[in-house]
T-cell receptor
């Protein structure tokens, strides 16, 4: 079982719709969760992090965390073509004396006009 | 967030040679990390570089192949040694801030092609 799992997509949504990106993780002890956006040919950019159960909103982005179900999601409201990118879910795990991020494979989002 | 630069941004190298990638941060950070991202894939952690101690390597990565230096709190290098075409990848450094939740920020990456 992979430590962090995401649907690779592509997830195609029309402009103005809500895009829902999902991620599950295997380590029940994980406490912090991150969403990165990566445009083609660019490095990952941190857009959200969450460590408490429930929702966290930042502009058009909402991160949702359910530790009991080991599930974290990212909602993008009013999706724009500029949101088209790969979204990487990352989970902070403590291993070998350090905290380290374990990344999922990423979900490719395509927002079409 | 920190401002991170990497040199070179890209390079084409001959098999059997070595390349050293530099990562510079505009502020002092304790933890720096090196990742590899192969074409069409996600990020794989190579090693954690903590200033003043030896780097900690992940399974599948060894110091002889990927020696790392961390001489101070703003700089690190990763060397890719004795390169083969399988080393063609994007190499990224990241830094950890502890303002709230150990978030990491990435440099722009180094695109390496080995022929």
């Amino acid at each position: 079982q992979k430590e962090v799992e995401q649907n690779s997509g592509p997830l195609s949504v029309p402009e103005g719709a809500i895009a829902s990106l999902n991620c599950t993780y295997s380590d029940r002890g994980s406490q912090s969760f991150f969403w990165y956006r990566q445009y083609s040919g660019k490095s990952p950019e941190l857009i959200m992090f969450i460590y408490s159960n429930g929702d966290k909103e930042d502009g058009r982005f909402t991160a949702q965390l359910n530790k009991a179900s080991q599930y974290v999601s990212l909602l993008i409201r009013d999706s724009q073509p500029s949101d088209s990118a790969t979204y990487l879910c990352a989970v902070l795990m403590f291993s070998g004396g350090y905290n380290k991020l374990i990344f999922g494979a990423g979900t490719r989002l395509a927002v079409h006009p | 967030s920190a401002v991170i630069s990497q040199k070179p941004s890209r390079d084409i190298c001959q098999r059997g040679t070595s390349l050293t990638i530099q990562c510079q941060v505009d502020s002092q950070v304790t933890m720096m990390f090196w990742y590899r991202q192969q074409p069409g894939q996600s990020l794989t952690l190579i090693a954690t570089a903590n200033q003043g101690s030896e780097a900690t390597y992940e399974s599948g990565f060894v110091i002889d192949k990927f020696p790392i230096s961390r001489p101070n709190l703003t700089f690190s290098t990763l060397t890719v040694s004795n390169m083969s075409p399988e080393d063609s990848s994007i190499y990224l450094c990241s830094v950890e801030t502890r303002k709230s939740s150990y978030e990491q920020y990435f440099g722009p990456g180094t695109r390496l092609t080995v022929t």
